[in-house]
């Protein structure tokens, strides 16, 4: 029988700004590794997009920061108690856009109903690789940011694929899916049916994004075990409106 995998480090937390432990009891350590102080725990990738946002923006928290289908833990919760002005959006296709829904506004990122320059900064975590328009996604995005504002994201960038995206499934014009690749479901924190993956993105996904919007682009690749940002696909693309 093999035997468990158990990896326990003492670091500091950028989401706690403390002294803190992490511990994973498995080996992906992308959804394993997680803070044992953080409010309902805070895995990798949460871990190193906060250590870019104190990084780029220090003065978050005096910020207007537009946040798309947060997890309510780990940076997603730091932010909705520590930001003034943090708007959290969730999607909820069969109601009405622009409106309150569970709590939440509803928003489809590929046609938001913010005003042009609402935010100083929008963030999604694993987010972009659900929708079927990424393109339209990130003019949007766009359109919403002030001039000079900033588009925070996580996402898995497949190491071994050059071409920056891939279809997996195709939606229809009468709004059907295709699927064009093995069906692969993410966790979804407002639907027990999970998230579709959409698409798949590679190594040069910096320069379709400077493509699709004249966003300046930077992509930041993690290992770091003080700051618990271990594990496959910790990348944290930051796009800043010129």
């Not at 895995?43 to 870019?52: F, I, T």
């Not at 190491?159 to 229809?172: F, G, L, N």
Request: a neutral charge; aromatic letters at 12%; charged letters at 25%.
């Amino acid at each position: 029988m093999a035997e468990d995998f158990l990896l326990r480090i003492e670091g500091f937390c950028p989401i706690c700004e403390a002294p803190a432990t992490f511990v994973s009891t498995e080996r992906w350590l992308r959804d394993g590794l997680s803070c044992q102080s953080c409010t309902n725990g805070s895995v990798p990738r949460e871990r190193a997009l906060a250590h870019v946002l104190s990084r780029v923006r220090p003065d978050w928290r005096n910020l207007a920061i537009h946040e798309s289908s947060p997890a309510g833990r780990g940076i997603s919760y730091k932010l909705s108690q520590e930001c003034s002005q943090y708007t959290p959006t969730h999607y909820f296709p069969e109601k009405r856009f622009g409106k309150t829904v569970n709590g939440f506004r509803n928003e489809s990122l590929e046609k938001q109903t913010f005003r042009d320059g609402s935010f100083d900064i929008v963030i999604t975590l694993d987010v972009f690789e659900h929708v079927f328009n990424p393109g339209q996604m990130i003019r949007e995005i766009y359109r919403t940011l002030k001039p000079g504002g900033l588009y925070l994201s996580t996402f898995p960038v497949r190491k071994h694929q050059v071409t920056s995206h891939r279809p997996r499934i195709r939606k229809e014009s009468d709004g059907s899916l295709t699927y064009l690749d093995t069906v692969e479901v993410h966790e979804n924190p407002v639907s027990g049916d999970g998230s579709l993956v959409t698409f798949d993105y590679g190594y040069d996904i910096h320069n379709m994004l400077a493509y699709w919007a004249p966003f300046d682009v930077e992509v930041s690749r993690f290992n770091m075990r003080n700051l618990g940002i271990l594990g496959e696909y910790t990348e944290v693309i930051a796009c800043q409106r010129s």
